[in-house]
């Protein structure tokens, strides 16, 4: 059984920031996340960017970086699919763990824009 949940990001982040998505009730593995940003894109910085991840439980289950080299730039209004976590186990929250959003920021990179949304899909095992 696969469910979807989107969040949605009314805010600038302006800094490293964690934010508790849901608790899925039952055992549940990542299988996809996406991001987008309306009306304004993220540039790479060798230096200065954001790096996204969702969390199952503490570990990291898929990410997106700003840094030149990784993931990179990401266009307004274009989805960006985060990169799963290799290893299945670090996909797999706990029925009473949660799934959860982090960005955190590195140097002195800008605030990611104020509108977006983060969808993301998991199974039930």
């Known amino acids: 059984e696969r469910d979807r949940y989107t969040h949605q990001i009314v805010a600038a982040i ?8 849901l608790r899925p009730g039952r055992r549940a593995r990542i299988v996809g996340a996406e991001i987008i940003f309306h009306g304004a894109g993220v540039t790479q910085d060798p230096t ?7 969390l199952a ?6 990410s997106w970086s700003f840094l030149t080299g990784a993931q990179g730039t990401l266009a307004a209004d274009t989805f ?9 186990a670090n996909r797999i929250v ?5 799934i ?4 955190t920021k590195t ?12 969808n ?6």
């Open 14 to 21: 302006a800094a490293t920031t964690t934010v508790k998505l």
């Open 120 to 125: 993301l899909s998991f199974r039930y095992v």
């Open 57 to 62: 439980g503490a570990n990291v289950a898929a």
């Open 48 to 54: 200065n960017y954001y790096t996204i991840e969702v």
């Open 107 to 118: 140097g002195t990179a800008g605030n990611l824009p104020a509108a977006g949304r983060l």
């Open 94 to 98: 706990a029925g009473s763990g949660d």
């Open 80 to 88: 960006g699919s985060l990169v799963l976590h290799a290893t299945d």
């Open 100 to 103: 959860s959003f982090r960005a």
